[in-house]
């Protein structure tokens, strides 16, 4: 990866103002996916697999009416599943793999399933030393619900930073604390004083958790209140693994655009904000989340 985007320091150390938030600190890693021509062995978002010759792809087993353009047939699946990312672990330390893999391929159908009306995703964890024979030419799904669903191919810029809860998460006695502008004032330059009605947005949009393509960190709650995720094998409360992102920023949350692209932010280049161009149910993030006890229980996602 020949790529480096950095994000801008937040405008203050919100642990320098409330102290409560340094036991919530959680470590992500930002893939700030960028316009490339990754290869098998790159991790990418949009880009090609390192998938076994002899080993089956992975198709939605949902019946989709699909257009053939080649024929100009009309057909009725099953559908090729769409590469999302695919991420290696010397890339993305974060990453919890079972014994003996390294790299961590995503898929999913490029239609929205009901009842929640998202794309359904498969995760495939394998060790790239083992793929000696790779595929040359997997089949291509022929369509999908929207263009947003098929990703531009992107290479990858990884960049470690640290997130705390968004505020929904927080306890109600922390809550009530962030509400209380007294306290942003005390903390002196770096606070925005348009958000002195309500400064609890303030901390959510530029101090807490971080937008756009990332493993790891805490979850933002765009459309619910936060929804528990728990192991459909043994019950153990969920982890977030991964967030795709619609957009790396928007109005709301410029501040977080690298230092890059802080001209293409200023100038409020949409295309800027989403190389991928993916777009998920009307322009939302999909969350995958995993088992802590073991990579081999069942994933699941959220849209937000």
Known sequence: MNVTRTTPPRPLDVTAVFPELCPLARPAIRLHPRPGSPSPHDSSVGGPLLWPADEPWPHCGEVHGLYDSATDEEYEGPNPMVPVT?????????????????????????????????????LVWRSAAEVTDILAAPPESTEGEYDGYVPEPCVLAPEQITEYPDYPDLSKELLQQLKDWSRWQAAGSGVDSSYAPYPQEFYGNELSVAPGWKVGGWPGWNLTDPVARFCAVCDAGMVPLLNIASCEWDSSNRGWAPYEDQALAAASRADAANPPRVQISRSNHLQLYVCPESPDHPHTDLIQ
């Open 86 to 122: 695919q991420l290696y672990v010397r890339d993305i330390p974060l990453l919890r793999p079972p014994a003996g893999a390294d790299l961590l391929q995503v898929l999913w159908c490029p239609w929205e399933h009901e009842p929640d009306y998202k794309p359904p995703t498969a």
